[in-house]
């Protein structure tokens, strides 16, 4: 079964994070944000899923920790494998 953003994206994000974030421009709990396909030179597509991602999977992102676990990331990296599902 393919992931999505409302049932398995989304409730990785703490509310803490998800305040945090929103005052740069990354809607972390906003599909149409996380979904966007249009690109930029570093990434072809998907540039924001692709953005936090990156962000998550070198520690750099949720600031201070706790950083993503193996199997939270590949939640994320199944979801964006699956198509960007809402």
Do not use: C
Not at 43 to 67: C, K
């Amino acid at each position: 079964m393919a992931k999505s953003f409302r049932t398995d994206l989304l409730p990785l994000f703490r509310a803490i994070d998800i305040g945090h974030m929103k005052p740069h421009g990354v809607l972390l709990d906003d599909y149409v944000f996380m979904s966007n396909a249009r690109g930029d030179g570093k990434f072809p597509d998907h540039a924001n899923a692709r953005r936090v991602f990156d962000s998550l999977a070198t520690e750099w992102m949720p600031l201070g920790g706790p950083y993503w676990s193996a199997e939270q990331l590949s939640s994320f990296q199944q979801w964006m494998d699956d198509g960007f599902q809402p």
